[in-house]
């Protein structure tokens, strides 16, 4: 079943297995929220004669939809470790102090919701309540931090425009080398460029600042250009 709109589905969560989703994705039938999971086929099937590289599921939601199963979820893990349903017993949050506790509940982006409610339970424990006017409090200067569009490396940035004109070199001394060099220059370039940071409300935006996106830009332009000039200069004039 599935909303007959245009709007795309969006990366809500990823899992290794199908089992890891179970929960998530009983929460969505539930709800009868409208989910779709992916699983895109590995680039190589397998390394070293095992596992397949990032075998990882995707679900993903409609971004309307996010701010509301984050929260559902977070509440009916809380509800659940309150009832004594899951145990808190051996959890590696239960060394963290409160101030640490309350940066976890604060960053569910960073955690996972069901890290934020247990979070949220131990601080309960420990006579430190969070009422639900804090928890909007906390929320909302956690959105408006991912909102800042970042900085890229200065360091990067410098060595991007040296593989974009020294790279090449590299083809007449190892294919390799410069074939990694190539997908080096195209994806630090194309990540500086795109890439996109969606926040816990389903909200997308480009991650890098606009100075740390026109070089990425520029640098993927470049790359792109030296290596045709490389190509026709090594196989047309070449000759």
Not at 3 to 10: D, G, L, T
Not at 146 to 174: D, E, M, N, R, T
Request: with cysteine; glycine share 6%; charged share 25%.
């Amino acid at each position: 079943m599935a909303k007959q709109v245009s709007i795309p589905f969006i990366t809500f969560q990823e899992f290794h297995t199908l089992e890891d989703a179970e929960i998530l994705l009983d929460l969505l039938k539930k709800h009868k929220i409208y989910y779709k999971v992916e699983a895109p086929k590995p680039i190589m099937d397998t390394v070293m004669g095992g596992s397949p590289v990032t075998p990882k599921y995707f679900v993903k939601l409609y971004a309307d939809d996010f701010k509301k199963v984050n929260l559902l979820f977070e509440s009916e893990t809380f509800k659940a470790l309150q009832e004594g349903k899951i145990s808190t017993e051996g959890h590696f949050l239960e060394e963290f102090t409160n101030e640490e506790l309350k940066e976890v509940v604060k960053k569910p982006d960073e955690w996972s919701p069901e890290s934020a409610a247990m979070a949220r339970h131990l601080l309960h424990t420990r006579g430190f309540d969070l009422d639900d006017s804090t928890l909007d409090t906390l929320r909302e200067e956690r959105i408006s931090q991912i909102g800042q569009p970042k900085k890229g490396s200065s360091g990067w940035i410098v060595a991007l425009y040296i593989l974009s004109f020294g790279g090449i070199s590299f083809f007449f001394f190892s294919l390799a080398a410069y074939m990694a060099v190539v997908c080096i220059g195209f994806g630090m370039s194309q990540h500086y460029w795109r890439d996109i940071t969606t926040d816990p409300h389903g909200k997308r935006f480009y991650t890098f600042d606009s100075a740390t996106r026109l070089h990425g830009k520029v640098n993927f332009g470049l790359t792109m250009a030296m290596n045709i000039l490389l190509q026709v200069r090594y196989f047309v004039w070449g000759s």
